[in-house]
């Protein structure tokens, strides 16, 4: 089976660095991607990996290491616009669209 | 804006009636994908269409049906609509065939079955 697992909800302070966790089992691997969506929104792309390492995007940056099916989506000097839920999502066919979610991340950020 | 436009926005509809939501795809992307959102979780995939036919499905009844068009565009369908199928759709195009690129989502629409 597939199966992708977040936490459920994080609380953080403004200003400070997040961590979010993902860790999967799919039965294919073809890029792990990160979305954010705020509440009655579409989601929007924030990061892709597909080999092994950090990708750093501005305050964001993503992680993946294959071997252990775990990646995580750093946030850096939260704004309180970071409310959001935060999607991790794996594409495990190769020539497709299709993306598999977890539940996502409910952050709340904290004056 | 990801120039990826669905409509209706919202629809309310009853049980048992039929419901047709529409996806314009990003300009240049040849593949629509659908997906269920679930108030709290996550995009469920429901399935995708490459050059007008269905490629790859996900766990959904054959009530759930769709169709692309030569412009790339698409329609989902429901039929004999259950409270369940309340949901946020999504609908997200990509290139598929090009390299690997992200899906862009649109805005979605609200589905509230009575």
């Known amino acids: 089976g597939q199966n992708i697992d977040q936490p459920t909800e994080m609380t953080a302070t403004e200003g400070a660095i997040v961590q979010i966790n993902c860790t999967y089992q799919t039965s294919g691997f073809n890029g792990l991607f990160w979305y954010q969506q705020h509440a009655g929104e579409a989601p929007t792309f924030l990061s892709y990996n597909v080999l092994d390492g950090l990708e750093e995007k501005g305050r964001f940056s993503s992680f993946l290491s294959r071997s252990k099916g775990y990646s995580y989506l750093l946030l850096k000097e939260l704004q309180m616009k970071d409310s959001a839920s935060y999607l991790c999502?794996?594409?495990?066919?190769?020539?497709?669209?299709?993306?598999?979610f977890g539940q996502g991340t409910t952050l709340q950020v904290k004056p | 804006e990801t120039g990826v436009t669905q409509s209706p926005t919202h629809l309310i509809k009853t049980r048992g009636q039929q419901v047709t939501l529409r996806c314009s795809s990003q300009?240049?992307?040849?593949?629509v994908s659908w997906y269920q959102q679930a108030l709290g979780q996550g995009p469920q995939f429901i399935f995708q269409y490459y050059r007008e036919e269905e490629n790859g499905r996900g766990n959904f009844p054959p009530r759930f049906s769709g169709l692309q068009f030569p412009n790339y565009s698409s329609e989902l369908n429901v039929n004999a609509l259950e409270l369940d199928d309340s949901a946020l759709y999504l609908c997200?195009?990509?290139?598929?065939?090009?390299?690997?690129?992200?899906?862009?989502f649109g805005q979605g629409t609200r589905l509230t079955v009575v």
């Open positions: 300009s240049g992307h040849n593949t």
């Open positions: 999502a794996v594409k495990n066919e190769g020539n497709t669209g299709k993306l598999i």
């Open positions: 997200a195009s990509s290139l598929v065939g090009r390299g690997l690129t992200e899906a862009f």
